[in-house]
């Protein structure tokens, strides 16, 4: 074939609702509470006014109550900082060439590189790679040596057609005698941006999206 060779969670939005139905509820709590004792205060008779004791307890529990507030502000501050420290770590791979467990392959300038890792020697194995659409765009044998192998796509389809630069899904399957095996891949291309989505930071390669997580190898500049 001429076309293909051989890095649960909550999301950011829900952390932000959550913390603020916390908020909204301690200080509904605090403004209750407050509420409570000016009214207790106002109404307390003359002659048996509050015991001392009880009205320590409520005073206690009035500024643990204001306390907690302070605390939980001062925690999302606190997240924020390391989220913006985190994503700001990342900025010395842009550029860089990483390798990343995927099961999409990046298009970038017309090359997209990817690699998998044979258990044994394999009979025969295919690649294929598709579009957003599931549709077939170039599909081509690959190495069947046990190991890790690397394969190589241009670009262009069996009729000659050019793709344009994006993410396309990749399968690749091994043929060990009569067992069909789709094998796992990983995808290698340069990093054009970092970014924190959904609660997880991201790394971009052209228009596809890798988790950190998911890397495995960072290439040397050359």
Known sequence: MTTITQATTLTAAQRQETALNSRKQIASNFQDFLKLLTTQLQHQDPTAPLDTNQFTQQLVQFAQVEQQLATNSHLERLITVQETTQLTALTPLIGRTVEADSGKIALQGGE???????????????????????????????????????????????????????????????????????????????????????????????????????????????
């Open 112 to 222: 997209a590189r990817g690699s998998y890792t044979l258990r044994a020697d394999a009979t025969a194995v295919t690649v294929t790679i598709r579009d957003s659409t599931g549709r077939v765009v170039a599909q081509g044998p690959g190495q069947t040596r046990a190991g890790r192998q690397e394969f190589f796509w241009d670009g262009v389809s069996a009729s000659g057609q050019r793709w344009p630069d994006g993410a396309y899904t990749v399968e690749v399957q091994a043929q060990y005698g009569s067992s069909l095996e789709t094998v796992p891949t990983t995808v290698i291309g340069r990093i054009t941006g970092a970014e924190r989505a959904d609660g997880t930071l991201k790394l971009a390669m052209g228009d596809l999206r890798i988790d950190t997580t998911a890397i495995r190898a960072v290439q040397p500049d050359r």
